[in-house]
């Protein structure tokens, strides 16, 4: 995928490194040293943008991706950072490190992101599909763990928020029972202030007088290999 169409400041028409090197005429390690910059924040589900804009310009060196399924939603999120970048011209990196773009990440994270590329997953207020026969469509499985361990690089965080604590209590359940990921505390990291006030579903929950339910996971080391 070539990413200097969604990060211009960052990278000038470089091939994508999951290009292959035939392709390419470069072995593979030309590739990556043509395109040192890479996505690492990804925020699944983004909504209308809301974390995206108000990570931007407290990681403006880092790429930051948002996902989102809905075509309207994400065409309004690609317009508003347009329009951002604009207004912002006189600083040449303002905005200039967030994209969005439409997919399921549920059937294609893989295609998106290298092993070990992401720092960062945002998982923030999911659809909670209440009933039972729908539990198998949430974003968090024993599947999509595996999934998101795949293209988180050891010592990254998933985040997740919901104001439904049967979501929370599930997510958490999930997450503890996969050997890749455990739990950490959320205190003292900044991003777990910025999902909690600055998501539109965040803000919505704050409206109402809704509860928040917080947890963290911090991808383990693979296990070494067994000795022959």
Not at 182 to 199: F, K, L, P, W
Request: with cysteine.
């Amino acid at each position: 995928m070539d990413w200097s169409q969604h990060y211009p400041a960052f990278i000038q028409n470089c091939p994508s490194v999951t290009q292959s090197a035939a392709e390419a005429e470069l072995p593979s390690e030309a590739l990556l040293a043509e395109s040192p910059k890479r996505v690492e924040i990804a925020d699944i589900g983004c909504g209308f943008g809301g974390l995206l804009f108000a990570l931007a310009p407290l990681m403006s060196s880092t790429l930051i991706l948002g996902l989102e399924i809905r075509t309207s939603v994400t065409e309004f999120v690609q317009e508003k950072i347009k329009a951002l970048r604009t207004q912002n011209a006189g600083n040449a990196f303002a905005y200039q490190n967030v994209s969005c773009i439409r997919a399921n990440t549920m059937k294609f994270l893989p295609n998106f992101f290298e092993k070990a590329q992401l720092s960062k997953i945002f998982l923030c207020f999911p659809d909670p599909h209440f009933k039972a026969r729908k539990h198998k469509a949430r974003i968090v499985s024993q599947q999509l763990n595996s999934e998101y361990a795949y293209v988180l690089r050891p010592g990254g965080i998933v985040y997740t928020i919901t104001d439904v604590e049967d979501l929370h209590d599930w997510m958490v359940e999930h997450f503890d029972a996969h050997p890749s990921f455990a739990r950490v505390s959320e205190e003292g990291d900044e991003c777990v202030r910025v999902m909690t006030t600055e998501t539109e579903e965040g803000k919505k929950v704050e409206r109402n007088g809704g509860q928040k339910f917080v947890a963290l996971f911090i991808r383990l080391d693979d296990p070494p290999w067994p000795s022959d």
